[in-house]
């Protein structure tokens, strides 16, 4: 589906490919025009087209209850892609769907290849079913295995929320982009936890909720998150919260699994949340720019203004000095007309 990121089929993989490979066609092709490597389209690509329509008939399939999960919550009908798949569900869309959905949109020879490839198991060696079958029989795999058949004969059939196999991650980065606000853990809970008609999945989470709503703050501060931690049993021994799922790292510390050394992958709300703490810095950068840009032309207009002031006060005073003046000159000339006008009647 050559989903950008995701696709292997690339560059360097044709290369090997023309090496280890007797598939002329799909070998890379220099371009005469500007000296570019050009892959050209293998038989099982999909075009636009293709791809939407297989992405159409996986959102509406419908499937017995336990056969499977809600694939259609998988589909981005938006970028024409599929994410959020557990291992089961590769497993089904591998071996059941996979050879049908593609039978009409690839070419028969690829379609052949394709089920000979699921159906066989010659693709894997000798060597790594026998380690594969010796794991099976270690005493911890047994323990994991006998606690999730416990877990899937209980009342819940092994469900602990309402999310589907959507993760917490995805599920989170959804509302950030439908609602742009980022929910308290206390919100998160209740949103993965309680049912449309207002009853929670298990008693376990309905005591978690009763216990917090007596320990609560105020929404969205420290103190709240804290007693939610508190009321769902604090943090486990592999770093995660009660409830909280892949999120955990992002709303509560995870000591125990830096003290392993292990590498935690940021968080898809971290990643949004740096990516618009960088936009918001660009942006702030950019406004004090143009804010610096205007006091100064704002002290240039305002000198600009004070000496077109002080010219023109300058102009005033020159003025009223004439006027003056030219008032003093035109009142001796009056006074001596009026004497000689006196010494002619007398």
Known sequence: MEVKGKTKDTISARRDMAKHCKR???????????????????????????KRSLCEWIHNLKF?????????????????????????DCHVFMERLLPIALRELLPQNSVTFLKFFVNSRKWMSKELRKGIKKIRHTSEFKKRSAQ???????????????????????????????????????????????????DWVDDKAQNVWEEYKKKAGKQG???????????????NKDGSVYGMGSLSQFYYPLPNLK????KLPPSSIVVQLEEQLETTKQELKTTQDELRATQEEWKKHKE??????????K??????KDMARMSEALHCSDFSINTSDFSAHG
Not at 64 to 83: E, T, W
Not at 222 to 235: F, V
Not at 315 to 320: I, N, S, V
């Open 24 to 50: 002329r066609k799909l070998n890379v092709n220099e371009s005469t025009e500007n000296a570019r490597e050009v892959m050209p389209k293998a038989p099982y690509v999909l075009s636009k087209e293709q």
């Open 148 to 198: 999730a058949s416990k877990n899937k004969k209980g009342p819940n059939k092994g469900i602990a929320h309402i999310q589907g196999s959507v993760s917490s991650r995805e599920l989170a980065r959804r509302h950030y982009d439908t609602h742009k606000e980022i929910l308290t853990p206390a919100d998160w809970f209740r949103k993965t936890h309680m049912k449309e008609d207002g």
């Open 221 to 235: 501060s420290k103190e709240d998150n804290n007693a939610y931690l508190e009321a769902a049993g604090g943090i």
């Open 64 to 88: 017995p209850d336990g056969y499977s999960s809600n694939l259609g919550r998988c589909v981005d009908m938006k970028q024409h892609r599929l994410f959020g798949l557990k291992s089961h």
């Open 259 to 262: 003290k392993r050394g292990k």
């Open 315 to 320: 102009t005033l005073l020159d003025m009223k």
């Open 304 to 313: 600009t203004t004070e000496k077109e002031k002080q010219a023109f006060q």
